[in-house]
């Protein structure tokens, strides 16, 4: 069975794309990229790297020529995603792929605040009115994704957020990239979605506090309102575009449209979830610890 990953030479992809050379024979394996010269190391293990854009229909059909499960992870390309998956999902059927797993986002309702949210929940019609088979891999807040910021608080001593006491189930990418090969290396999965969390759920104050034990030293949580935080962000230079979606994700947590938790990584690989705490313990470093 032939399994293609799209943006395999993303933080995601790349990491399921390793792992799945774990599972399968190489030659069992397709890795789309637009920089196919960055898996040079994953074609020497005898995957195939074939060049592919969102952007290009025709191109992109013939790299998922053969297959017959893709990883379509989402693109980077925020206020183009729809338009590019909308390819992807075409290029998929035409190519005969007949089941594509698709790493969407927690929460994916009208009512969710969090700017992107209208790309996921799109993405999932799009592929619920393709034909194909599809699963939805609704992935939680990425754990990686709070080191820089718990970097700053760290420093400062606070925590800074717009979250009020919302909570989230942070979810490490190793997680979810092992959730995504589990699902694409088996069978039962057709049309299922799989909310894809962290072991706990976890409030900004939780988050300080873990903060303060990791660096000996207090770090405390102060929350403000969605205005203020923007004006922080701005102050900060920020570009106008990840100052709204900060901002929306944080009113999303704090109005409840994040507080996913499930058993998903345990049930799908058989092995517990990492915990924010094993994130922040293995990015130190980057902590200033």
């Not at 194909?132 to 910021?149: C, D, K, S």
């Not at 994040?258 to 799908?268: E, G, I, P, R, T």
Request: proline residues 4%; glycine residues 8%.
């Amino acid at each position: 069975m032939s399994i293609v990953i799209s943006g395999a030479s993303g933080q995601l992809g790349r990491r399921a794309a390793e792992r799945l050379l774990e599972r399968v024979p190489p030659r069992d394996v397709v890795l789309v990229t637009r920089r196919p010269e960055e898996l040079a190391y994953l074609a020497d293990r005898g995957a195939e790297v074939r060049r592919g854009d969102f952007d290009g229909a025709e191109m992109l059909r013939q790299a998922f020529a053969g297959g017959e499960r893709l990883l379509l992870v989402s693109t980077s390309a925020v206020g183009r995603r729809v338009p590019q998956h909308r390819v992807a999902v075409d290029a998929a059927a035409a190519a005969g792929i007949g089941h594509v797993v698709y790493t969407s986002l927690s929460g994916p309702t009208a009512d969710n605040p969090a700017e992107v949210t209208w790309e996921h929940k799109t993405t999932e019609e799009i592929l619920r009115d393709s034909g194909l088979t599809w699963t939805f891999l609704r992935n939680a807040i990425y754990a990686e994704h709070q080191v820089p910021g718990a970097a700053e608080a760290i420093a400062a001593g606070k925590l800074v957020d717009n979250r009020g006491d919302g909570r989230v189930a942070f979810v490490s990418r190793a997680d979810c990239a092992a959730a995504a090969v589990a699902v694409l290396t088996s069978d039962g999965h057709e049309n299922v979605v799989y909310d894809v969390t962290g072991p706990e759920l976890l409030s900004s104050a939780d988050a300080a506090a873990l903060l303060g034990e990791l660096a000996g030293r207090p770090v405390e949580h102060h929350s403000v309102s969605d205005i203020e935080l923007m004006e922080r962000l701005r102050a900060a230079s920020l570009p106008e575009e990840r100052v709204r979606i900060a901002t929306s994700l944080g009113t999303a947590v704090r109005t409840g449209h994040m507080d996913q938790l499930s058993s998903a990584v345990q049930d799908l690989t058989g092995r517990r979830p990492q915990s924010l705490r094993e994130v922040f313990e293995e990015h130190r470093g980057q902590l200033g610890l």
